[in-house]
């Protein structure tokens, strides 16, 4: 990968409310492209991942996007509640490398 | 939780000491990484490892050297630290399965490094 850029640094919801992350890339060879969460004094852990062949994934209140001819991938997560308040990386590589390209990261905040 | 420990989890240095971090795991996995995490600035790759003694530098690795002596251990010195060095280090374990997969990173619970 190259290059990542990652909105919005910081993102304040109301707890049940809507909260979308956004990440564009430049590298047209990238083709996995994961989201990492890191809650307050840990390390980052995955929660949800891409593959190019694919346009929308899914896993309970959490979705990710993809849109390869843009180069932008998003993070949604819906119905939001307190314990989702963290930092969250996207992050790119290309097929069989084993060095990802993070965002710079995004600071949620949930308040009850 | 995968097998990662970082030591020492919080340690406060002077400028001009040498300071070693020790990341250890349990997964046998054969790539190992050292981020540091500063404010602003997201995670950014100082060192990693493809395999025992064979290692090579990220986007920031002035002022530091790593050794992998064993597949579990990998060690990122700081020879003489800095002030701006101060930051919390996060070491990262990921295996690679085929040539054209995928690898998901582990990351250890971090080591926040204070340098006065």
């Known amino acids: 990968g190259e290059n990542v850029e990652q909105h919005p640094s910081t993102l304040s919801v109301q707890e049940g409310d809507s909260a979308v992350i956004k990440c564009t890339y430049s590298?047209?060879?990238?083709?996995?492209f994961p989201w990492y969460k890191q809650e307050l004094g840990k390390g980052p852990q995955l929660i949800i991942d891409?593959?190019?062949?694919?346009g929308e994934k899914k896993d309970q209140r959490i979705a990710v996007t993809l849109n390869k001819t843009a180069k932008h991938f998003s993070l949604h997560i819906t119905e939001t509640q307190p314990e989702d308040s963290a930092v969250y990386f996207c992050?790119?590589?290309?097929?069989?490398?084993?060095?990802?390209?993070f965002g710079r990261g995004t600071s949620l905040i949930v308040h009850p | 939780d995968a097998g990662i420990t970082q030591s020492p989890r919080h340690k406060v240095t002077e400028t001009g000491t040498p300071v070693t971090l020790r990341c250890h795991q349990t997964?046998?996995?054969?790539?190992m990484y050292w981020y540091r995490q500063d404010p602003g600035h997201g995670l950014r790759l100082i060192h990693y490892?493809?395999?025992?003694?064979?290692?090579d530098k990220g986007e920031v690795s002035d002022g530091y050297s790593v050794s992998r002596s064993k597949t579990e251990d990998f060690l990122l010195t700081l020879e003489s630290a800095t002030s701006s060095q101060t930051s919390v280090y996060f070491c990262?374990?990921?295996?690679?399965?085929?040539?054209?997969?995928?690898?998901?990173?582990?990351f250890g619970p971090g080591t926040r490094l204070t340098v006065l």
């Open positions: 590298d047209s060879a990238s083709n996995y």
């Open positions: 891409i593959r190019s062949n694919v």
């Open positions: 992050a790119e590589l290309e097929g069989g490398s084993y060095i990802p390209t």
């Open positions: 997964e046998n996995h054969r790539y």
């Open positions: 990262a374990i990921s295996e690679s399965m085929a040539s054209s997969s995928y690898n998901e990173q582990f």
């Open positions: 490892s493809y395999g025992v003694k064979d290692t």
